[in-house]
């Protein structure tokens, strides 16, 4: 996928992932939380270009930087996340504000890699972004699945 191609996913997805935290939503047992960041992962390694051959060290350097921001949005982003039970034993979760911060420091955080990356010559390709959203999306859905399992209302599934 091109570098446009990569861009548009990349938006469309963070666009759709911060529209429906806010609304509330039914954890279920079992389900595909880990489809989406598994679908980014292959995109963005696909193409291969995450670490720029150029600048091989610097880049993984930079590449771990984000994927480090990435973990701790995750993790920001699940405690940020409101989570109740209902009557009915069901979870719900809905986004707040803190978590709604959360997306907007990391986003900083990262154009400012990226400018880090850029002034020292370091070409970074957009799988790396994909990368980091994936990460960001699988710890803060795992947090939230285990964060839901103890608070009982959600059995883990045997598949």
């Known amino acids: 996928m091109s570098g446009l191609g990569n861009a548009v996913v990349i938006v469309a997805v963070i666009g759709l ?13 079992g389900g595909r939380w880990w489809l989406l960041p598994a679908v980014l992962v292959v995109l963005a390694v696909r193409d ?5 051959s150029a600048h091989r060290s610097t880049s993984i350097g930079m590449l771990a930087a984000e994927l480090a ?15 109740w039970t209902e009557g009915d034993g069901s979870v719900w979760t809905q986004g707040t504000k803190a978590a709604l911060g959360v997306w907007v420091v990391g986003i900083a955080v990262r154009v400012a890699l990226y400018g880090i990356a850029a002034a020292m010559g ?3 390709h957009s799988g790396s972004v994909l990368l980091a959203v994936a990460a960001t999306l699988l710890i803060r859905s795992g947090v939230l699945m285990a964060r839901a399992q103890h608070a009982g209302g959600v059995k883990r599934a045997i598949t």
């Open 17 to 29: 992932v911060i529209a429906r935290q806010m609304r509330p939503r039914r954890i279920r047992a």
């Open 48 to 52: 291969g270009g995450v670490v720029d």
């Open 69 to 83: 921001v990435a973990v701790v949005m995750g993790f920001g982003w699940a405690f940020t996340t409101r989570m």
């Open 122 to 124: 370091v070409h970074q």
